[in-house]
């Protein structure tokens, strides 16, 4: 039973069966600011102070093409990119899907049409939007070389005792930090350190979208 504490938490089901509710809450698929979803979860709640300040590390960071959420008029199917033609989201379908896109890319400004050299992304485009996650997890191993790991799942589970499924605690020791950005090259946009977790600077990190249940994913 995936909607109960136990083995069955981590099988893929379908949410709903003749309209019954299958499994727990699953990613907060809108976070567009004051949409107010309809699923009572009760009193799981999710961490709302800093993760480190409840014992998670990051144990990985990867990426998605185009934003998993939707928030109307930030990141939605309105927006663009540099590869928004139907042709190319068919070509996209076969192997990685295209997300929603921010509304910032402009095919006349050089800094979202420039190309740059890439040394370890493979496959990232200039003016493309990207989701980036930051999988963290008390289970990691912290402060160690084999913090960050890949499946980041690795990482999320590397030390017994500590997650549990009855009782249930994976909402208060797994957490993910998300941001959606637009690639530009521009030095003005420079960020030194994308490793350690989602920015937190200005209006970085500012007004964030707090949900508990699974992260996202194309099933």
């Known amino acids: 039973d995936a909607n109960a504490p136990g083995d069955g938490y981590f099988k893929n089901v379908q949410c709903f069966v003749d309209n019954v509710i299958q499994s727990l809450e699953q990613a907060g698929a809108n976070v567009t600011k004051g949409y107010v979803g309809e699923l009572d979860a009760g009193d799981r709640v999710p961490i709302v102070d800093p993760y480190w300040k409840a014992g998670l590390c990051p144990v990985n960071v990867h990426w998605h093409l ?51 050299d890439w040394k370890h992304c493979v496959g990232m485009k200039v003016g493309q939007t990207y989701e980036v996650h930051w999988p963290h997890s008390a289970a990691g191993a912290c402060g160690t070389p084999n913090q960050y790991q890949t499946p980041f799942y690795d990482g999320v589970f590397c030390r017994d005792g500590i997650i549990t499924l009855d009782p249930l605690n994976t909402y208060q020791k797994i957490g993910v930090q998300s941001q959606v950005y637009t690639i530009v090259n521009d030095e003005a946009y420079y960020y030194p350190d994308m490793m350690r977790g989602m920015i937190v600077d200005g209006d970085y990190g500012e007004d964030i979208a707090m949900y508990t249940g699974s992260t996202t994913g194309t099933s």
């Open 66 to 116: 185009g934003a998993e959420h939707l928030s109307v008029g930030e990141y939605d199917e309105h927006g663009s990119g540099p590869a928004t033609d139907s042709h190319h989201r068919k070509m996209l379908a076969g192997d990685v899907r295209l997300g929603g896109q921010c509304h910032h890319y402009d095919s006349h400004d050089a800094k979202f049409t420039t190309e740059y």
